[in-house]
C-alpha cells in the first residue's frame, strides 16, 4: 500500500452499537488526525496524535476515542453510536506534529447512523 | 474565536481565471493552506503560504496577506477536471489547522 487507508468505505450503523473505523499509513509519519465532514462546515478536528503512544482531544472529541500503539495505526472507535455521528470521517497524517508539515488524508469512512 | 470564511459556491467558465478568497481569524498564525477536495474523495494539498505575497505553481497561485487575515487562490485557464471544492485552512499557534467550510466551483463549457 502507499498513502493512507482507510475501511470500511462506508457503513449504516444501528444507534447504540459500538464501531471502530480503521486506518493505517506507511509513510512512517509521526502525526496522525482524525476528522469529521458534515455539509456546511469545515473539517473538524476530532482527536489527533503526535507520535506513537500518545493522544489528544481535538474540537469535537465527545463519544469518541482512539488508540496509537504503534506508528502505522490509528483507530477511530464510537463506542455507543448515535445519529448525530453521521458523517464522513477522514484519517490523515503529516511528517511531524508542531511543524507547517502537508497533511495527506485517506478516502473517508461514509457513516450512517439510524 | 477562530473562524474562517470563504464563499460556498462560485461558477466560472472553462478557459477562464477565477479567483477563491479567504479571510481568517486565528490565535496565533503559523500559515494558510489550500487544498483541491473532488466529490466523494479526499481533500489533497495545492499550496501553502506563510509569508506575504504571491507563491504560483503552474496554474494555481496563491496570495496571502497576514495584515488582513486575507489569502486567494487563483486558477488559471480553467479546466473541466477544476470543478471541486476548495477548502482554505489557517494554522494557529498550536499548529492546528482550523478549516473553512469550502468553495465549491463549478466549470461550464
Known amino acids: 500500500i502507499a498513502g493512507i487507508t482507510q475501511a470500511p468505505t462506508s457503513q449504516i450503523l444501528a444507534a447504540g452499537r459500538r464501531m471502530t473505523l480503521r486506518c493505517t499509513q506507511d509513510?512512517?509519519?509521526?502525526?496522525m488526525y482524525w476528522y469529521r465532514q458534515d455539509l456546511g462546515l469545515g473539517l473538524r478536528l476530532i482527536h489527533y496524535?503526535?507520535?506513537?503512544?500518545?493522544?489528544g482531544k481535538g474540537e469535537v472529541p465527545d463519544g469518541y476515542s482512539v488508540s496509537r500503539a504503534n506508528t502505522d495505526d490509528f483507530p477511530l472507535t464510537l463506542a455507543s453510536a448515535v445519529p448525530s455521528q453521521t458523517s464522513v470521517y477522514f484519517c490523515?497524517?503529516?511528517?511531524?506534529?508542531?511543524?507547517?508539515?502537508?497533511?495527506?488524508f485517506g478516502p473517508g469512512t461514509r457513516l450512517t447512523v439510524l | 474565536g477562530q473562524n474562517i470564511d470563504q464563499p460556498t459556491e462560485m461558477t466560472a467558465t472553462e478557459g477562464a481565471i477565477v479567483q477563491i478568497n479567504c479571510t481568517y481569524q486565528?490565535?496565533?498564525?503559523?500559515?494558510l493552506f489550500w487544498y483541491q477536495q473532488h466529490a466523494g474523495e479526499a481533500p489533497t494539498f495545492l499550496s501553502y503560504n506563510v509569508l506575504d505575497g504571491l507563491e504560483e505553481k503552474g496554474r494555481f497561485s496563491s496570495f496571502l496577506s497576514r495584515s488582513k487575515g486575507y489569502s486567494y487562490l487563483l486558477l488559471k485557464e480553467l479546466q473541466m477536471k477544476d470543478s471541486a471544492s476548495y477548502l482554505c485552512a489557517a494554522m494557529d499557534s498550536n499548529y492546528q489547522l482550523i478549516w473553512g467550510a469550502g468553495t465549491k466551483l463549478i466549470i461550464k463549457p
Open positions: 486565528t490565535s496565533g498564525f503559523n500559515g
Open positions: 490523515a497524517s503529516s511528517e511531524n506534529s508542531g511543524s507547517t508539515n502537508e497533511q495527506f
Open positions: 496524535s503526535n507520535t506513537a503512544g500518545t493522544t
Open positions: 509513510m512512517r509519519h509521526n502525526a
